[in-house]
């Protein structure tokens, strides 16, 4: 039996795109900050909040990974 496929089906919109990349953008600037008021310095924090803020808009995001 073969081995299946796996689909090349967009898992992010474009409006989740626009988000990450104006959160970038900001942490670029300095004035991007996370919940608690602090300036965000990581790539990856920033990418969280772009992601969330997409999320919060209803914008094709896939669903947060739980902790474990």
Not at 20 to 37: D, F, I, Y
Not at 52 to 68: E, L
């Amino acid at each position: 039996m073969a081995a299946k496929k796996k689909s090349s089906k967009r898992k992010y919109g474009k409006a989740a795109q626009r988000k990450v990349k104006s959160a970038m953008h900001e942490r670029k600037k300095g004035t991007l900050k996370s919940g608690s008021g602090r300036k965000v310095k990581s790539k990856k924090q920033a990418i969280a909040i772009g992601l969330s803020q997409a999320r919060k808009r209803g914008a094709k995001v896939p669903k947060k990974k739980s902790k474990k």
